[in-house]
């Protein structure tokens, strides 16, 4: 079966041009890389081009090389390869692959297995089959779907009597598979996860693959032996390939994509792997972690530390097929009812007295619980706040209201706007996500009585609002934004401004306690805060909290509940305030730290920070006449995939490659497309 023994993901064309047409001599010669999608390894709206083409990039570069990523079709890519117009391409190898290639050493690649609908129950005991040509001859009775040119399985490609159907990508898969057209999917864990999240939310929690995986397939380059040159470029990316895993950057990209190997766990100890997001605060947790191990001695912690779209990405996607790779998840208020209610996370019932569960605050308590009973612990909880330089604004002859307008936010940044200094009239989160830029977005058309959807749950993503809010928004940021704002999250900004470079922010209050802290913002002397504009009663409200919870799936409950209850105990707290300062500690979680003089003292925006959580958690759904409170998010389960979407469409506007009127109107057609699937 020549046309599907490889998983092709691309083609690899080197382009070793020695003169340009002007005829100056080229020091670096380029890597020119053809390749089909297949997220989360390979795309074109991934981070870098995804996990497999960054390691790719970086194990050439370290060679001299250049890599060009091209993206296409994957029969284009396997026809270029065969005729040996191309150097090469990227493959995910069995142990039996073979072929007219020459291949290099291999780099982790994703896991194989069969995608099924939880209520088939299997014939015999054809789950505990490890070796895929005998999990297909004893599933010969079932029909079986795969992408054409995706399989690298040769018990699938030769089992005679075997009902395939070939589909044109996983998507086309998973649609059959809902439709009950197919039975089984020949598919990879990650993409199944990450197109269930992104794509088709409404079948979370309704597949689940066969326990035993079929295989483990690790990528490689193929060079064509037809090729000039593919034993010098075979050599250079073996040899950079080398280096990165020595140095230890292979682990770090396969980390920043969210790309964790199975690991083996340590027979002495209980290993609680905890899967949380990448800012300051946690930075701290993992620091002071090693005292917990330290009282803990069978207890160890293996962390992943991911971006937010990415930690968002990785816990549903686990979730959405039952994988188990958690042991403690960093949530937050949109995620919990959602997931408590689908019976995902376990009830906290281990708590001891001393834990003071009482000492909550009322309104992060009562979002991180169902019926009174809680399914996560607060880490730290938020609203929304301005942040300015009140240096900037003295020099300008400037007041910032204490509750400013979107209007005067406006005419303010534009006033003290000067580049030339290295400084931006106003920073906003410009990364697309449904809690990166859409956070901020949502914020701006609640308050001018906006909606995601109306009373009967259809999109109204290209209403007059929507035009309104989104246009000022990109408007802001073209005239006095720093430059490629669509790259700048949470963190990015708080670093821009902790680095003097904006004068006016609108974000989370959470980072107040950074600002104003001189050993990390070069700002804290001259910080100036107000209310975020918009979050009155009537809309533009903001709460949040990062909270740690316990799936289900995870077989050390016990364990992972005596962690989560230390990391977020008055205890803790109290170690953060020792070793880091009072105004470092995790904001909005216990009263006891808001009647702390020490904390407030060391933390001017302590009480308004208070005041605006519980003013948040005031806001109700007829303030805008919708189905939902106007927070910063929507408390469905289609909302992460369509609030995704948004944003990335709304990103490509503020990069000019759409207006705001063809991004509405994109984001909306997806809305109305997931919310028409969710459909029973």
Known sequence: MM?????????????????????????????????????????????????????????????????????????????????????????????????????????????????????????????????????????????????????????????????????????????????????????????????????????????????????????????????????????????????????????????????????????????????????????????LAHAFEAQNPRIAIDWRVLDENTLRRRLLGDLAIGDGQFDVMTIGTYELPIWARHGWLAPLTRLPASYAVDDLLPAVRKHLSIEAQLYALPFYAESAMTYYRRDLFDKAGLVMPARPSFEEIGALAAKIHDPAAGVYGICLRGKPGWGENMALVSTMVHARGGRWFDEKWRPELTSAAWNAAVSMYADWLARFGPPTPERNGFNENLALFAGGHCGIWIDATVAAGSLFDPKRSSVAGTLGFAAAPGSGAKGGAWLWSWALAIPRTSPHHAQAEQFIAWATSQHYIQSVAERHGWVAVPPGTRASTYANANYLKAAPFARFVQEAIAQADSVDARSIGAPYPPLQYVSIPEFQAIGDRTGLEIANALKREQNVDKALKRAQNFALEQMQGAQP
């Open 3 to 287: 046309a599907h023994r490889f998983r092709g993901l691309g083609i690899l064309s080197i382009a070793l041009c020695a003169l340009c047409a002007s005829g100056v001599t080229l020091a670096e010669p380029t890597v020119l890389l053809a390749s089909g999608e297949r997220p989360p390894y390979l795309g074109a709206s991934l981070l870098e081009g995804g996990y497999v083409a960054e390691v790719v990039s970086e194990a050439f570069r370290r060679k001299g090389y250049r890599v060009q990523l091209q993206f296409s079709t994957w029969t284009r890519a396997r026809v270029q390869a065969e005729r040996g117009d191309a150097a090469g391409m990227i493959v995910a190898l069995s142990d039996s692959s073979k072929g007219d290639f020459v291949y290099s050493k291999r780099f982790y690649g994703g896991t194989t297995g069969l995608l099924k609908k939880r209520t088939l129950a299997l014939a015999g005991e054809a789950g505990a089959v490890r070796k895929a040509d005998a999990v297909f001859k004893a599933l010969g009775q079932y029909r079986f779907g795969a992408v054409r040119d995706g399989v690298t399985l040769p018990g699938f490609d030769n089992a005679a009597a075997l009902r395939r159907e070939w589909t044109l990508n996983d998507l086309k898969s998973l649609d059959l598979l809902e439709q009950d057209q197919i039975d089984l999917a020949v598919i990879d864990k990650f993409a199944a996860a990450d197109l269930m999240v992104s794509q088709r939310p409404h079948l979370i929690g309704k597949l689940e693959f066969m326990k035993a995986p079929l295989a483990q397939a690790d990528y490689a380059l193929a060079f064509s032996p037809r090729t000039q040159d593919h034993k010098l470029l075979l050599a250079a990316f073996n040899d950079g390939l080398a280096q990165i895993g020595r140095d230890g950057t292979l682990e770090k990209i396969m980390n920043r994509h969210g790309i964790f190997p199975p690991r083996k766990g340590n027979g002495a100890k209980v290993t609680l792997t905890v899967g949380t997001v990448n800012n300051s605060d946690m930075a701290v947790m993992q620091q």
